[in-house]
T-cell receptor, first 110, second 109 residues
Framework: GQQVMQIPQYQHVQEGEDFTTYCNSS?????IQWYKQRPGGHPVFLIQ?????EVKKQKRLTFQFGEAKKNSSLHITATQTTDVGTYFC??????????FGQGTELSVKP | NAGVTQTPKFRVLKTGQSMTLLCAQD?????MYWYRQDPGMGLRLIHY???????AKGEVPDGYNVSRLKKQNFLLGLESAAPSQTSVYFC????????FGSGTRLTVV
């Protein structure tokens, strides 16, 4: 079946360092979404990418959708302690339901 | 604007007991979902609904039933709880991007 894989599973960085998580799908996606889940919290929608090669920025966060629409990445510049949490990518299965990647857990050391 | 509200927040069940998890949204969304989250496995879709009176199976539906009698409510039922159903359950609704509830932490002993 369709799979969405994320790497790495964990990432530990020093505050101020950059961070990148990668998402790969076994099939072409119509769109890809990114979510952030703080420890003990619930996933919160960050952004949706639709177009091939699309790049979107939100302050220090840069999101990219691959040309083949099968991969995506999230890059955080100069991490802060407020960036701590698990970042999930998700793609639509056959309609409205999303398949989530396993997530990348980011920890930031002050 | 409350968004998506889940009740209860915590629950401990004995094996074989039944319970219903309640999800309510006030955003007039057509689509609603139930996911479970287990360590290292991300979020897995249990059931979903594309509108009042409709439900459909997701990736891991066994042992669960759902109902969507009103547009704003989506109920998840466990008829005979098993330890393998120990998990954190999230309800979500969507129009553009998912809005998640705060979750129900369920332990089956």
């Amino acid at each position: 079946g369709q799979q969405v894989m994320q790497i790495p599973q964990y990432q530990h960085v020093q505050e101020g360092e950059d961070f990148t998580t990668y998402c790969n799908s076994s099939t072409t996606l119509s769109n890809i979404q990114w979510y952030k889940q703080r420890p003990g919290g619930h996933p919160v929608f960050l952004i949706q990418l639709v177009k091939s090669g699309e790049v979107k920025k939100q302050k220090r966060l840069t999101f990219q959708f691959g040309e083949a629409k099968k991969n995506s990445s999230l890059h955080i510049t100069a991490t802060q302690t407020t960036d701590v949490g698990t970042y999930f990518c998700a793609g639509p299965l056959s309609g409205v339901e999303l398949i989530f990647g396993q997530g990348t857990e980011l920890s930031v050391k002050p | 604007n409350a968004g998506v509200t889940q009740t209860p927040k915590f629950r401990v069940l004995k094996t074989g007991q039944s319970m219903t998890l309640l999800c309510a949204q006030d955003m007039n969304h057509e689509y609603m979902y139930w996911y479970r989250q287990d360590p290292g496995m991300g979020l897995r879709l249990i059931h979903y609904s594309v509108g009042e009176g409709t439900t459909a199976k997701g990736e891991v539906p066994d042992g669960y039933n759902v109902s969507r009698l009103k547009k704003q409510n989506f109920l998840l039922g466990l008829e005979s709880a098993a330890p393998s159903q120990t998990s954190v359950y999230f309800c979500a609704s969507s129009y553009y991007g998912y809005t998640f509830g705060s979750g129900t932490r369920l332990t089956v002993v």
